[in-house]
Nanobody, 127 residues
């Protein structure tokens, strides 16, 4: 069981990147997926999440209006579109889920224990 985030890279402030999250070993389309990030020297924080159907989406205040979470269950893939990037968005980004009774509802959802994490992808934003 594994999730893999990809699509990171180096961009200048104001630029855009789209991250993708793919799964192996389980049917990702059945589960809510969360995006998280960890900046150098800081604790990991939740960026946002999306329900299994894609109808419920939550994003933390600091990225609202700039980041968009979406999914395509026919592939299946989950995406994090990041626009108007800032230097403070520099971090390793991860996607994660819990394969039982985890729902994307609000900020508290991102504080819950999740049991499937993948290797992250590094996003570097230069000013």
């Amino acid at each position: 069981v594994q999730l893999q985030a990809s699509g990171g890279g180096s961009v200048q402030a104001g630029g855009s990147l789209r991250l993708s999250c793919a799964a192996s070993g389980f049917r990702m389309e059945l589960y809510a997926i969360g995006w998280f990030r960890q900046a150098p020297g800081k604790e990991r924080e939740g960026v946002g999440c999306i329900s299994s159907s894609g109808r419920a989406i939550y994003s933390r205040d600091s990225v609202k209006g700039r980041f968009t979470i979406s999914r395509d269950n026919s592939k299946p893939m989950v995406y994090l579109q990041m626009n108007s990037l800032k230097s403070e968005d520099t971090a390793v980004y991860y996607c994660a889920t819990r394969r039982s009774n985890w729902y994307c509802q609000d900020a508290d959802s991102l504080d819950e224990y999740l049991d499937a994490w993948g290797q992250g992808t590094l996003v570097t934003v230069s000013s």
